[in-house]
């Protein structure tokens, strides 16, 4: 007969990411996860170089002709389209950056409430124990220097 383990998250990384994963999705609206979902583009860099690529392409249609005497194509300078459009989505980044660490704080205060219990029943659990091995301490016959059996009072140090 084999004895198996029951998989727990600290065995597996992958385990241990899809319960981050789980963490993080719950209580979430689906709205609320397709906007995190579209704010993560913004992380990686190949939304800075298309959007360094999207610029040079605006601008230079735009500049080159006007130098050989030609009318700009749609947006001649100083590029009150390019700003308006880099001002929206900036606008548009900046709140979903905002709505991204509202939620984390939500989270960090709830993992810090889960800390919190999870502390105090551990000093409940060490309290007890230390209670049951100052009676066994106390009831061993062949201890031979037995303490005096601390009185039930609530001026004892206390964890």
Known sequence: MSTRKKPNCEDSPELRRAARRRVLTIDVSPHHQSVEARRAVFRRPLFLYSILLLVGLWVLPNVLPRRNGIPPRFNPPPFNWLERTIVISSLLMTTGVLIKQNRQEKLAKQRAQLSL???????????????????????????????????????????
């Open 117 to 159: 219990q999870r502390n105090l029943v551990s000093q409940q659990k060490i309290a007890k124990i230390i209670a049951l091995v100052e009676e066994l301490h106390y009831n061993l016959p062949n201890v031979k220097e037995r303490p005096a059996r601390p009185r039930d009072r609530g001026d004892e140090a206390s964890i």
